[in-house]
Nanobody
Framework: VQLQASGGGLVQAGGSLRLSCAES????????MAWFRQPPGKERQFVSA????????YYTDSVKGRFTISRDNAKNTVYLQMDNLKPDDTAIFYC?????????????????????WGQGTQVTVSS
């Protein structure tokens, strides 16, 4: 599974961006997908995840109500719609995929759950 993240860029505070994560190779329809981010000088952080069937979604508290994760399995693509962006959202955003299907949803917050990672796309939010 190869993941290609795109859609990053420079935006003013309050603006929006939509990130895409396209998979080339095998179908992602059996993978749960997630977005992580790494702000400058900080460790990689969980942002959001969506289960393989799209039924369940998860968000870190700081993006709830502003970010929306979705997927289109026919296009093997996962999206992260980011609205009302803040300077603190500045980071490299990574998409990730896992074949795991944990019964405890909190496991999706852990980077170690994910088997495959994309290369990252830079998001910069100016104040």
């Amino acid at each position: 599974v190869q993941l290609q993240a795109s859609g990053g860029g420079l935006v003013q505070a309050g603006g929006s961006l939509r990130l895409s994560c396209a998979e080339s190779g095998r179908s992602t329809s059996t993978y749960s997908m997630a977005w992580f981010r790494q702000p400058p000088g900080k460790e990689r952080q969980f942002v959001s995840a969506i289960t393989w069937n799209g039924v369940n979604t998860y968000y870190t508290d700081s993006v709830k109500g502003r970010f929306t994760i979705s997927r289109d399995n026919a296009k093997n693509t996962v999206y992260l719609q980011m609205d009302n962006l803040k300077p603190d959202d500045t980071a490299i955003f990574y998409c990730a995929a896992t074949r795991a299907r944990p019964s405890d949803g909190s496991h999706y917050y852990r980077p170690t759950v994910y088997n495959f990672w994309g290369q990252g796309t830079q998001v910069t939010v100016s104040s």
